[in-house]
């Protein structure tokens, strides 16, 4: 059955099995019904199966279902006219192409046509039953009128009724076949007999054929065979580009799909190998679109002034380009990245020369980047301009208008103050970025040659501009989060490390590549008095949580250590503390206490990999020695103390598991390789074997945990 509770109390009556489906296509009568009512020329009926919280299409009319096979399945969360009208369950209205490209851009860039959009839930007071939507060509008013809605509300309750119905008789509702012949033929076959209309139309001298919703061609007479180069036979039945080979290409499918969602004649220049060029005009309606073919004048003689010359015109930017920058754009990471990804890929796509991304904070415009620009200082000068300044970029971003310049002289008829400052360019676009309802920005396409903006072309610009944004929003929370990262990680670690009598130290730090960049990996090295003492931990996590728990367990450990602890009972006393503290995050550590005059060190071990001790002949030994449980764990644990080995010459390389911790290695392994380089490496300058050791994991495009590494060479005292 369909009908599904969306979570409010139901009526009282026990769910309905699937028994008997319903004897007449009660969907596809009540959609093309409502179509009929509204004039409408195409539609889609939605049901929710189950409980789940997605909408399936289940009839459409009046278009091939390839041209919504995007949405054939939708969440109720989805970003889309049907799923917004379940949620919100109201009518919702889409009064044209730029209110489209506005709101829903991933729809408007798939079908950039001019088209108005009606969508609708199907529901009772207790029940959701699915959803509907219908569209109408673009001359449809911008508004929907009072009449227009109320037919569709009236019908979206009569289906809502009669699903109801069928659930309380265990009646089951199922997906029907598409209805696509939607209108009548009117009183032409009254007019003329069909003898004499093929016999008319074969007497023309130009090509007609017809072809229905789906494409295939159902009629042609022989001069559109003649100039195709393809027999009649060849055409009907067939798709036109699928029957004529040079016709077979994603532009000329294009124009059908325009005439047919928009219901506004198109045409398209093609050429027809080797050198003969065709014009096609196309005339759609609810059945079908009509076809015109005649020769056209050769390109080399068409006037240059004709904005319409030239090769067959491209559509702005092919389907497979809108789809990759839209997946190109989800991937982008930092403000940088949506600008350089505007500048390489989307720009030219759209024939633009240049470019420039500005971010709306704070009641102003903020330069974010620029591209294309001879002079910088022409994009630059608007940073920091207040939204309320009268200039193009602040207007839209401010009011969330697109703004299309087609000359330098409608700029400046609008802005005079752009008189006094040009920037070398004749035309400009200028997009407003919208983000969950909110302006972000605004994107400044600017062309070195006058440009005239067509509807579609300001359509697609429009929708473009709805998938920068979000990538832009993305970005910028992005980029906020990780200079709050690496602030917070720089103020927890060491500036610099201290200069100890008879030590020569030196550290390195790599967070992680995922997440926040930000963990709780640490080190440090303490100039206490009698013994300095060094340390390095690893708080579990990659977040904010670790790396302030890691600064408390830093500064804990300092404390400690001045106040003249030993090495067992600093790890003691940080253990208590961490346990006080409540956190459920546990902590690794190495503690020692520094004795270069005597030529020792005093270690303690808290779950920590053990270090690695490089001695002056160049061999290199594993500190795999006693030590208790990780920080955090048992409140009444102990550390046992080691004494080791710390005479002129040698090195001790204290590390976390980041450095050996590799996926698919052993760790036993591991270390053994990081002491085959210590030893190998261990008699140059200390600076030089800290890069020698952490060179590997600074070079890779991923880490998976933070790496920190302290080197300490004991050294005569000069």
Not at 136 to 153: I, K, N
Not at 158 to 176: D, F, G, I
Not at 609 to 631: E, H, I, T
Not at 666 to 689: K, N, Q, S, V
Request: with cysteine; charged share 20%.
């Amino acid at each position: 059955m369909v009908a599904v509770s969306d979570g409010q109390k139901s009526s009282g009556q026990a769910p309905a099995t699937v028994c008997a489906p319903v004897g007449q296509p009660l969907l596809s009568l009540a959609l093309t019904s409502m179509m009929d009512a509204v004039g409408a020329h195409s539609g889609a009926v939605y049901l929710r199966p189950g409980d789940e919280p997605l909408l399936e299409m289940a009839v459409t009319a009046g278009l091939p279902r390839s041209f919504v096979a995007p949405w054939e399945r939708v969440g109720l969360s989805a970003p889309i006219p049907v799923a917004e009208a379940v949620r919100e369950r109201r009518l919702v209205w889409v009064g044209g192409v730029e209110d489209m490209a506005r709101r829903y851009p991933r729809i408007a860039v798939v079908l950039p046509y001019p088209f108005a959009l009606a969508a609708l839930p199907v529901l009772t007071e207790t029940r959701v039953y699915g959803a509907v939507y219908v569209t109408w060509p673009g001359s449809h008013p911008p508004e929907l009128s009072d009449r227009e809605r109320q037919e569709l509300t009236a019908a979206c309750e009569r289906l809502a009724l009669r699903l109801e119905r069928a659930a309380s008789t265990n009646r089951s509702v199922r997906a029907e076949t598409d209805v696509l012949d939607t209108g009548p033929l009117g009183g032409f076959a009254d007019a003329l007999g069909t003898l004499e209309a093929a016999r008319m139309v074969a007497r023309l001298p130009y090509g007609m054929c017809s072809i229905d919703v789906s494409g295939r061609v159902g009629f042609a007479n022989e001069a559109a065979s003649q100039l195709l180069g393809v027999p009649v036979g060849g055409l009907l039945g067939s798709q036109l580009w699928a029957a004529v080979p040079w016709l077979n290409d994603p532009l000329y499918e294009e124009r059908y799909r325009a005439a047919l969602l928009s219901h506004e004649a198109t045409s398209f220049v093609a050429l027809r190998p080797p050198s003969q060029w065709l014009s096609f005009r196309l005339y759609p309606d609810t059945t079908g679109i009509s076809v015109r073919i005649s020769r056209a004048r050769a390109v080399s003689e068409m006037s240059p002034a004709d904005p319409r010359s030239g090769d067959a015109p491209t559509r702005l930017v092919s389907m497979s380009q809108a789809l990759s920058m839209a997946g190109a754009l989800t991937e982008t990471v930092s403000v940088q990245d949506v600008v350089g990804l505007v500048a390489d890929e989307i720009a030219p796509a759209v024939g633009s020369q240049a470019l420039a991304l500005l971010g709306a904070h704070g009641g102003r415009l903020h330069v974010l980047g620029h591209h294309g620009y001879p002079d910088p200082h022409v994009v630059e000068r608007f940073d920091r301009t207040p939204l309320s300044s009268p200039t193009p970029g602040a207007h839209a971003a401010a009011h969330g208008v697109p703004a299309f310049f087609d000359s330098r002289q409608d700029l400046e008829r609008l802005y005079p103050a752009r008189h006094a400052t040009p920037d070398g360019f004749a035309a400009w676009a200028f997009l407003p970025l919208i983000a969950s309802g909110r302006p972000v920005g605004a994107c400044v396409l600017a062309y070195a040659e006058p440009h005239v903006f067509s509807t579609h072309e300001r359509a697609v610009l429009t929708s473009l501009a709805g998938l920068i944004a979000q990538a832009l929003d993305r970005a910028l929370l992005y980029d906020v989060k990780h200079q709050l990262a690496h602030g917070l990680q720089a103020a927890l670690l060491p500036h610099s490390l201290p200069s100890l009598p008879g030590i020569e130290a030196t550290a390195r730090y790599l967070p992680a590549t995922r997440g926040m960049e930000i963990g709780g990996d640490f080190y440090d090295l303490v100039p206490s008095h009698p013994h300095a003492a060094a340390v390095i931990g690893d708080v579990q996590g990659h977040n904010v949580t670790a790396a302030g728990l890691m600064g408390q367990i830093r500064t804990a450990v300092r404390a400690y250590t001045t106040v003249g602890q030993e090495p067992a009972e600093v790890m003691r006393s940080t253990n208590r503390l961490l346990i006080d503290l409540g956190s459920d995050l546990f902590a690794s550590c190495l503690y020692l206490r520094l004795d270069p005059a005597r030529g020792r060190a005093v270690m303690a071990r808290a779950g920590h990999p053990p270090p690695l001790l490089r001695r002056a002949d160049g061999r290199v030994r594993v500190l795999d020695l006693a030590g208790g449980p990780l920080l955090g764990i048992d409140g009444s644990a102990t550390y046992p103390t080691t004494e080791v080995e710390l005479t002129e010459g040698c090195v001790l390389a204290l590390y976390t598991d980041g450095l050996i911790e590799t996926p698919g290695v052993d760790i036993e392994d591991a270390i053994a390789d990081l002491g085959r380089r210590l030893g190998e490496a261990g008699d140059r300058p200390l600076a030089e074997l800290a890069d020698e050791l952490v060179g590997h994991y600074a070079a890779a495009d991923e880490r998976m945990d933070d790496v920190a590494l302290l080197l300490l060479r004991a050294r005569e005292d000069g």
